[in-house]
T-cell receptor
Framework: GENVEQHPSTLSVQEGDSAVIKCTYS??????FPWYKQELGKRPQLIID?????GEKKDQRIAVTLNKTAKHFSLHITETQPEDSAVYFC????????FGKGTKLTVNP | KAGVTQTPRYLIKTRGQQVTLSCSPI?????VSWYQQTPGQGLQFLFE???????NKGNFPGRFSGRQFSNSRSEMNVSTLELGDSALYLC?????????????FGPGTRLLVL
């Protein structure tokens, strides 16, 4: 079945810096890659997603890139703000969503 | 449009008991998926229901079961609870549950097994 690896597990940046989180997946049949943000005690919220027919997608300060050949995708957050602090999960579809282990992002003011 | 709702929000049970959790999807959504979230294992897929039928199943023992009703509301049941079943149980809904569809999560039910 599908396996998703996510790195790093923790990331600390200064406000205004960029943050990059990387994920790899194993099943070449996977064709949908969402990213979720989960704040402490809250539900995961979709922040951006990408489908296999697209290489890059951007939404304001957030962008995701997908390399299907290498089977990896990345989340890029620019101009980070303290409210970006949360745990971020990448996922790939294989039946249900298969999630990475998460990255705890801390943005220091 | 109201979001995904789950009841109860918190539960405390003892080993050997069973528990039933409920999930009401976003209006019009017919697919409901269930996930278990623990600090050690992260978010893991349990199963997915569409039109009252289980379509996909994750790698969990048979003690974990579910069902879906004609109004798309779903329940999951865990029998013979073990300490390791303590977790946040999340459900997510989408219109058809197709692989490229966004899933919207509920707030979760936090289960503590003593």
């Amino acid at each position: 079945g599908e396996n998703v690896e996510q790195h790093p597990s923790t990331l600390s940046v200064q406000e205004g810096d960029s943050a990059v989180i990387k994920c790899t997946y194993s099943d070449s049949a996977s064709n949908y890659f969402p990213w979720y943000k989960q704040e402490l005690g809250k539900r995961p919220q979709l922040i951006i997603d990408i489908r296999s027919n697209v290489g890059e997608k951007k939404d304001q300060r957030i962008a995701v890139t997908l390399n299907k050949t290498a089977k990896h995708f990345s989340l890029h957050i620019t101009e980070t703000q303290p409210e970006d602090s949360a745990v971020y999960f990448c996922a790939a579809t294989s039946g249900g969503l298969v999630f990475g282990k998460g990255t705890k992002l801390t943005v220091n003011p | 449009k109201a979001g995904v709702t789950q009841t109860p929000r918190y539960l405390i049970k003892t080993r050997g008991q069973q528990v039933t959790l409920s999930c009401s999807p976003i209006s019009g959504h017919r697919s409901v998926s269930w996930y278990q979230q623990t600090p050690g294992q992260g978010l893991q897929f349990l199963f997915e229901y569409f039109s009252e039928t289980q379509r996909n199943k994750g790698n969990f023992p048979g003690r974990f079961s579910g069902r879906q009703f004609s109004n798309s509301r779903s329940e999951m049941n865990v029998s013979t609870l073990e300490l390791g079943d303590s977790a946040l149980y999340l459900c997510a809904s989408s219109f058809y549950g197709s692989p490229q569809e966004t899933q919207y999560f509920g707030p979760g039910t936090r289960l503590l097994v003593l």
